[in-house]
């Protein structure tokens, strides 16, 4: 059985940081993208950061210079490093593991970050 667990988040001032990890069991880790996204309240979920299988990364816009995502392939697990918070960083964010060629698609339950004074 496929296990994607968060962790890592918490209440932070702006201009901050948070590692959040993501713990990935029952599954081959090395062979999926791993994707952090996020969901802020009365917004839809939106894509933050994808790290592929061949090491890849894509951050969307608002992030980018701030965030950074990487994987341990040996301890199946993906981080997201984000330094400089701001207030609209405040959401709930997702980890996401992602296999097209296997038809794969899993969901974390996510983790919360607030960043407030």
């Known amino acids: 059985q496929v296990h994607v667990v968060e962790s890592g988040g918490g209440l932070v001032q702006p201009g901050g940081s948070l590692r959040l990890s993501c713990a990935a069991s029952?599954?081959?880790?090395?062979?999926?993208?791993m994707g952090w996204y996020r969901q802020a309240p009365g917004k839809q979920r939106e894509l933050v950061a994808v790290i592929t299988n061949s090491i890849s990364t894509t951050y969307t816009n608002s992030v980018k210079g701030r965030f950074t995502i990487s994987r341990d392939n040996a301890k199946n697990t993906v981080y997201l490093q984000m330094n400089s918070l701001k207030p609209e960083d405040t959401a709930v964010y997702y980890c996401?593991?992602?296999?097209?060629?296997?038809?794969?698609?899993?969901w974390g339950q996510g983790t919360q970050v607030t960043v407030s004074s």
């Open positions: 996401n593991a992602k296999s097209i060629a296997l038809g794969r698609n899993y």
């Open positions: 029952g599954m081959i880790f090395s062979i999926y993208d």
